[in-house]
């Protein structure tokens, strides 16, 4: 988010607040999009597997075959542009 020059307003804590500020980020690149909502869903993938108690080896599975599609995503979005 530093890169792109987004710092959030308020203090520094992890509230509801920030947490809503950072579902709202829109970025103008579509491979930056895709980008940031593949790190949003996969750290929350990976945190609702690890809770549920699945093996650490199974859930990087999961998330890295969903990496993959991410990429694909980005790859025919840059393909396309």
């Not at 990976?46 to 549920?52: E, G």
Request: aromatic residues 12%.
């Amino acid at each position: 988010m530093l890169k792109h020059g987004r710092v959030y307003p308020r203090k520094k804590s992890w509230s509801m607040r920030y947490l809503r500020w950072l579902q709202e980020q829109r970025f103008e690149h579509p491979a930056h999009q895709i980008a940031w909502q593949a790190q949003s869903r996969l750290t929350g993938r990976y945190r609702t597997l690890s809770a549920n108690g699945k093996k650490t080896t199974v859930v990087c599975t999961v998330v890295a075959r969903e990496l993959a599609g991410f990429m694909w995503a980005v790859a025919r979005e840059v393909q396309t542009a």
